[in-house]
């Protein structure tokens, strides 16, 4: 929990404003749910999956219990469901607002953060995952990023394999747990004991790469049929995304489960160039009455790391006396006018890159002089 100060505040807002423009450019409307909600609507359906993170309070008035979000699109499933329950399908929405969570991870300590998403409800074809993905690399790639990896996982798949084989408690959490620590041998040792079935795990695990040959992978190993819709699926998404942006890297884990636990068939997570981290997750989950729905939702602050650094906007001065007309020319011009309370008033101190000299907005240089 922290603040946030100038410029990096006004440049995360502009950031955001651009994000949704780039969302309202492929028809997604917006919505504002609010911060706090009751907790039986908060937490419905999809918003199970996040009650552990989620910081609950008695409202002092009607004596129930709230909750304040810890993720948006289960709030906008609800809109979808109940406001919006007569609108033709399928919906696109989008939203931006903070959200606030019981705990951080090690990589992403923050526990009040910015979201901006997109939302499409009521598309059940792969084509809707696709244009959800695509939908958010672009608003990426409008502002200025470069070298974006869409990383596509498959959080059925696994559960799907351990069923599949029939395995007890203990064994099949076990392997889980080795599945999460990318634990390739453990992994391997413990399908030997499972069967056959849980044997298509340490090839699954090790395919994860770039998508064609991942998909490869998949193709080639005689999975049970509800696996093999998990991965026909995965490759109608892919094939999707790779006709209309050739150019973008994916990704495919075919093993990997981690995330919101709402996601029922594929899910993405959006890495920025380096060491920047995510720029975005999402994917498929049903939506309220088990509506299928898909979403991406970008993370502002880490989206500002990645993005390159933009010009701030010039600040100048204006002495005491200057004409009100002056200051209106130069804030249509584009300047950001500061104007002098006192004659003792410095611009440098003020953080003014100009000052007015009576004739035009005069820079300032570092050392102070003209």
Same mark, same amino acid.
């Given at each position: $929990?922290?603040?946030?100060l100038? +410029? %990096? *505040?006004?440049? !995360?807002? #502009?950031l955001v =404003? @651009?994000?949704?423009?780039?969302?309202?450019?492929?028809g997604y409307?917006?919505v504002?749910?609010?911060?706090?909600?009751?907790?039986?609507?908060l937490l419905?359906?999809?918003?199970?999956?996040?009650?552990e993170?989620?910081?609950?309070?008695?409202?002092p008035?009607?004596?129930?219990?709230?909750?304040?979000?810890?993720?948006?699109?289960p709030?906008?499933a609800?809109i979808?469901?109940?406001r919006?329950?007569?609108?033709?399908?399928?919906?696109r929405?989008?939203?931006?607002?903070?959200?606030?969570?019981?705990?951080?991870?090690?990589l992403?300590p923050?526990?009040q953060?910015?979201?901006?998403?997109?939302? $499409?409800?009521?598309?059940?074809? +792969? %084509? *809707?995952?696709? !244009?959800? #993905?695509?939908? =958010? @690399?672009?608003a990426?790639?409008?502002?200025?990023i470069?070298g974006?990896?869409?990383?596509?996982?498959?959080?059925?798949?696994?559960?799907t394999?351990?069923e599949?084989?029939g395995?007890?408690?203990?064994?099949a959490?076990?392997?889980?747990?080795?599945l999460?620590?990318?634990d390739?041998a453990?992994?391997?040792a413990?399908?030997?004991?499972?069967?056959?079935?849980?044997g298509?795990?340490?090839?699954l695990?090790a395919?994860?790469?770039?998508a064609p040959?991942?998909?490869?992978?998949?193709e080639?190993?005689?999975?049970?049929?509800?696996a093999?819709?998990?991965?026909?699926?995965?490759?109608?998404?892919?094939?999707?995304?790779?006709?209309?942006?050739?150019?973008l890297?994916?990704?495919?884990?075919?093993?990997?489960f981690?995330?919101?636990?709402?996601?029922?068939?594929?899910?993405?997570?959006?890495?920025?160039?380096?060491?920047?981290?995510?720029?975005?997750?999402g994917g498929r989950?049903?939506?309220?009455?088990?509506?299928?729905?898909?979403?991406?939702?970008?993370?502002?602050?880490?989206?500002?790391?990645?993005?390159?650094?933009?010009?701030?906007?010039p600040?100048?001065?204006?002495?005491?006396?200057?004409a009100?007309?002056?200051?209106?020319g130069?804030?249509a011009?584009?300047?950001?006018?500061?104007a002098?309370?006192?004659?003792a008033d410095?611009?440098?101190?003020?953080?003014?890159?100009?000052?007015?000299?009576?004739?035009?907005?005069?820079p300032?240089?570092?050392?102070?002089?003209?």
């Amino acid at each position: $929990l922290m603040d946030l100060l100038p +410029p %990096e *505040a006004e440049r !995360e807002a #502009a950031l955001v =404003a @651009a994000l949704m423009e780039s969302f309202a450019r492929h028809g997604y409307e917006r919505v504002e749910p609010p911060l706090l909600e009751f907790e039986e609507g908060l937490l419905a359906g999809s918003g199970a999956a996040v009650a552990e993170q989620t910081f609950r309070l008695m409202d002092p008035v009607s004596q129930r219990m709230m909750g304040l979000r810890a993720d948006i699109t289960p709030q906008v499933a609800r809109i979808a469901a109940t406001r919006l329950g007569l609108q033709p399908r399928p919906l696109r929405l989008c939203y931006e607002g903070q959200v606030l969570r019981v705990r951080g991870s090690e990589l992403a300590p923050a526990r009040q953060l910015t979201q901006a998403g997109i939302e $499409l409800i009521g598309g059940a074809a +792969p %084509e *809707a995952d696709a !244009e959800v #993905a695509l939908v =958010a @690399a672009e608003a990426l790639f409008r502002l200025g990023i470069a070298g974006i990896t869409l990383d596509i996982t498959l959080p059925r798949m696994a559960q799907t394999l351990l069923e599949a084989a029939g395995l007890g408690a203990p064994l099949a959490g076990r392997l889980i747990r080795a599945l999460d620590r990318k634990d390739a041998a453990a992994v391997a040792a413990l399908a030997g004991e499972a069967g056959p079935v849980a044997g298509l795990l340490p090839p699954l695990l090790a395919a994860a790469g770039p998508a064609p040959a991942a998909l490869g992978v998949l193709e080639a190993l005689a999975l049970p049929e509800a696996a093999r819709a998990i991965a026909a699926n995965a490759r109608e998404v892919i094939e999707a995304i790779a006709r209309r942006a050739p150019g973008l890297r994916i990704t495919l884990d075919p093993v990997e489960f981690r995330g919101f636990r709402y996601h029922v068939g594929v899910a993405f997570t959006i890495y920025g160039p380096g060491a920047t981290g995510e720029l975005a997750r999402g994917g498929r989950y049903l939506s309220a009455n088990d509506e299928p729905a898909t979403g991406m939702t970008l993370y502002p602050d880490a989206v500002l790391r990645a993005a390159p650094a933009t010009p701030r906007r010039p600040r100048c001065f204006l002495p005491p006396g200057t004409a009100p007309a002056v200051g209106e020319g130069l804030r249509a011009q584009g300047f950001a006018t500061v104007a002098a309370l006192s004659a003792a008033d410095d611009p440098r101190a003020l953080r003014c890159s100009h000052a007015w000299d009576g004739r035009a907005a005069r820079p300032l240089t570092q050392e102070g002089s003209d």
